[in-house]
């Protein structure tokens, strides 16, 4: 009977993508990136998918600008293929259908696997696009429910809840891929989509054999790495996206980790500028800023009776910049920022957050009357401590001449030795429990 289901599904698919009446164009100008096409303009709208010599076997592209007579579009290939007077059909826009049989399975932006592990099953539901409207804003769930991470760090001083997104705000080299592989193995969620924008080659097959390990059964990943197209680093979020869509609509609670956003805005740039828009802030175009919130408003709560995504979002702040035009729209879309600190990270104190730089947006909902009381006063301590760590180096410290003071000195690094926590050591089951036992152990 499965065998039939997926035959009958086949068939439908094939009906879908042999249009009865096929509209071509033809290349007439070819640009490095991009080309121009004619006699498609009336039939297109932004976003629509063409094949490049479809008889041939096609190169896939997307439009990205129409005028009266042309049309421009950029290939998700790598090496252009195009040459004048080549023809050019109409796609409609991009679907593909996300199934559960994907877990465990890496796949490019554009839904096609690329381990070892044979073609993909299809899905049996409706065509599923990239593009997609979040939910109704007063149809969505409440976020109420907590999610357990197991990193120490995170759940007593930035807690998080289902359906909540937080992005990880953190230059190169400190710790951010470790972090977001410790996300995934945190309990409480059925699947995770990860999607991995503009990695180094080499990372990628590190990451989901070692870094997910055996919570790659779970998972599906996106890759998009350093080396592909430009519209391919900007089709994997929103691949995964769907995929996590997908999943939410099942009634699955799904983590999604987008590593990074920033270089999907990179991708964006590049797109926005190839279509002719002008360099407003730091060489981006407007539309990336339109683009990013568009991106992130679709993880969260589904609608009533749904599932959930629970969004973690990596920004890489280029040069330690954390009032990057990218950064501030995207710190200022999400529910709570992760402040990743290169200081922190030399000390050798991982993962290298900044706690006081740090905010979760949601955390009253999850602290009880006394864990807030204990954050608070946690958090004065430290930044008591941080705040006269110049003085102390300098001699100016003598104990007893500020009680606060002297306990902020004697507690606070003992405090960030708590906190300690890599992979190898293992999630923690109860944060402030562990936080205790360990003061007390260092008394």
Request: net charge neutral; glycine share 10%; with cysteine.
């Amino acid at each position: 009977m499965n065998a039939l289901v997926r035959l009958g599904q086949a068939v439908r698919d094939a009906e879908s993508s042999i249009p009865l009446l096929e509209i071509t164009g033809e290349v007439v100008d070819v640009a490095p990136g991009s080309y121009r096409v004619s006699g498609l303009s009336p039939f297109l709208r932004l976003g629509d998918t063409v094949a490049l010599n479809a008889d041939g076997g096609g190169q896939l592209g997307e439009i990205v600008r129409i005028d009266r007579a042309l049309a421009t579009v950029k290939p998700f290939g790598n090496s252009l293929t195009a040459r004048l007077g080549m023809p050019v059909s109409r796609r409609g826009l991009f679907t593909f259908r996300p199934d559960p049989s994907w877990k465990g399975r890496v796949i490019n932006a554009l839904g096609e696997p690329i381990d070892d592990g044979g073609p993909l099953l299809p899905g049996t539901g409706a065509p599923t696009s990239t593009i997609a409207e979040p939910p109704n804003a007063l149809h969505r769930a409440r976020v109420k429910s907590r999610i357990k991470t197991g990193i120490r760090a995170m759940d007593i001083f930035c807690p998080i809840c289902a359906g909540q997104r937080i992005g990880i705000f953190a230059g190169s080299g400190v710790g951010k891929s470790t972090l977001l592989a410790m996300f995934a193995g945190a309990a409480g969620f059925d699947s995770v989509v990860i999607a991995l924008v503009g990695e180094r080659g080499r990372e990628v097959r590190e990451f989901v054999e070692e870094s997910l390990g055996a919570n790659r059964a779970r998972a599906v990943t996106v890759v998009a790495t350093g080396d592909e197209s430009p519209m391919m680093r900007r089709m994997a979020p929103k691949t995964a996206m769907a995929v996590a869509e997908n999943f939410r609509d099942r009634g699955e609670s799904v983590l999604l980790i987008v590593d990074s956003v920033t270089r999907y805005a990179h991708a964006a740039r590049d797109v926005a500028l190839a279509a002719g828009e002008p360099a407003v802030a730091r060489g981006y175009a407007p539309s990336v800023f339109s683009e990013l919130p568009q991106l992130l408003e679709r993880a969260g709560p589904g609608l009533e009776g749904s599932g959930t995504i629970t969004g973690i979002f990596s920004v890489l702040v280029d040069g330690d910049d954390h009032n990057d035009p990218v950064a501030d729209t995207i710190r200022g879309t999400l529910d709570g920022h992760i402040v990743l600190d290169r200081k922190i990270a030399i000390q050798g104190r991982y993962p290298a957050i900044d706690v006081l730089a740090s905010l979760s947006r949601l955390a009253h909902q999850v602290w009880s009357p006394e864990q807030t009381t204990l954050v608070i006063r946690l958090r004065e301590m430290i930044g008591r401590f941080e705040d006269t760590r110049d003085l102390r180096a300098m001699g100016g410290y003598q104990a007893g001449s500020d009680a606060e003071l002297d306990q902020a000195v004697a507690l606070v690094p003992r405090i960030y030795a708590a906190l300690v926590q890599s992979p190898a050591s293992g999630l923690s089951d109860d944060a402030f429990r562990d936080l205790a036992t360990m003061l007390q152990k260092a008394k």
